[in-house]
C-alpha cells in the first residue's frame, strides 16, 4: 500500500500549545503529536504549501514559529509553491463560494492539487466543509482511521 498523503491545517500545529486542561485540545494535541511521529519514520507522508509557510512566518510567537518551521521544513516531502497559484485561486475562489475564509480555502485548494488523502485539521468550519474532492478529518478520526488500516 501507498503511504497516506497528508496535509496539516495550521490549527493542527498550534494545538500543543492551546489551553491543555480543555480535553478536547489534549485529545487534539495527542493525536497531533502521534501524527507528527508517523511522518516523522516515514509512515505517512507530509505536504505543506505557501499558505502553510506564510501563517507560520505570521505567527506572533517566535519559539512556536520556530519549533514548526524545523518540523515541516524536516519532515515535508512536498512544498505546493506559488507556481500553480493560478489554478489554486480558481479553486480556492469556488471553496469560498461555500463559507470557508480565504486562508483556509488555499489550504484547502492547496491540499486538494497535491492529492493528498487527508487534510487534518481541528477548525471546526473547516471540519463541516463537504466535498469529494479530499476528505477532512481532525486528528483523533485520523489517528482512528490509521490503527485500521495496519
Not at 488523502?117 to 481532525?138: A, Q
Request: glycine fraction near 2%.
Amino acid at each position: 500500500m501507498d503511504k497516506l498523503k497528508i496535509y496539516l491545517d495550521n490549527c493542527c500545529y498550534n494545538r500543543p500549545f492551546d489551553d491543555l486542561t480543555i480535553e478536547k485540545n489534549w485529545l487534539e494535541s495527542n493525536s497531533k503529536m502521534f501524527i507528527q511521529s508517523l511522518i516523522k519514520f516515514k509512515s505517512v507522508s507530509l505536504y505543506y504549501s505557501f499558505m502553510s509557510q506564510i501563517e507560520i512566518d505570521d505567527s506572533p510567537y517566535e519559539e512556536r514559529k520556530a519549533y514548526i518551521l524545523d518540523f515541516v521544513e524536516t519532515n515535508a516531502v512536498a512544498f505546493i509553491g506559488k507556481s500553480r497559484f493560478a489554478e489554486i485561486e480558481m479553486l480556492s475562489d469556488e471553496i469560498m463560494q461555500t463559507g470557508i475564509k480565504k486562508k483556509d480555502a488555499t489550504h484547502l485548494a492547496c491540499s486538494i492539487i497535491a492529492k493528498c488523502d487527508y487534510f487534518v485539521t481541528t477548525d471546526r468550519g473547516v471540519l463541516n466543509h463537504k466535498t469529494d474532492k479530499i476528505k477532512i478529518i481532525n486528528p483523533i478520526k485520523f489517528v482512528e482511521i490509521w490503527r485500521t488500516l495496519l
